[in-house]
């Protein structure tokens, strides 16, 4: 549960972490102890229209519905999180903040290619959505 209307999918960054979390659904859906993930570390959510968005709050709300936990084959619990919007940005800066967060993780980031090529492969996608989705 959130109080921001996100265009999925959409882009998670945290602080200080070396993931990227491209997604599609199920933001706020935890397992159990999971609630950790959204409250250690400050996040950012930039969506497939430019917005981008802060995380304010996250307290955790209950059990989530059997639907989201017969997905993942255990009791799912649901967050309750509270995003501030901040900006609207172009593309241009969200492949800029993509490929510093990858410069800064590149230990991480080195199985799947050189900086040149990653570099290269971001700055040929031609919108929000398909950056995020070459991301996941």
């Given at each position: 549960?959130?109080?921001?209307?996100?265009?999925?999918?959409?882009?998670?960054?945290?602080?200080?972490?070396?993931?990227?979390?491209?997604?599609?659904?199920n933001?706020?859906?935890?397992?159990?102890?999971?609630?950790?993930?959204?409250?250690?570390?400050?996040?950012w959510?930039?969506?497939?229209?430019?917005?981008?968005?802060?995380?304010?709050?996250?307290?955790?709300?209950?059990?989530?519905?059997?639907?989201?936990?017969?997905?993942?084959?255990?009791?799912?619990?649901?967050?309750?999180?509270?995003?501030e919007?901040?900006?609207?940005?172009?593309?241009?800066?969200?492949?800029?903040?993509?490929?510093?967060?990858?410069?800064?993780?590149?230990?991480?980031?080195?199985?799947?290619?050189?900086?040149?090529?990653?570099?290269?492969?971001?700055?040929?996608?031609?919108?929000?959505?398909?950056?995020?989705?070459?991301?996941?």
């Amino acid at each position: 549960m959130t109080n921001a209307n996100f265009k999925y999918p959409i882009l998670l960054i945290k602080e200080n972490d070396k993931f990227l979390y491209g997604m599609n659904s199920n933001l706020g859906i935890v397992s159990k102890g999971g609630e950790s993930f959204y409250t250690k570390k400050k996040i950012w959510i930039y969506d497939s229209n430019g917005k981008q968005f802060e995380l304010k709050k996250a307290k955790l709300n209950g059990k989530a519905n059997w639907k989201s936990s017969l997905r993942f084959f255990q009791q799912m619990y649901e967050m309750n999180l509270q995003f501030e919007e901040k900006s609207k940005i172009e593309l241009t800066e969200l492949k800029e903040i993509v490929i510093e967060h990858i410069k800064k993780h590149k230990r991480h980031w080195s199985s799947i290619g050189t900086l040149d090529g990653i570099s290269e492969m971001i700055n040929t996608q031609r919108s929000y959505s398909d950056l995020i989705t070459k991301l996941k």
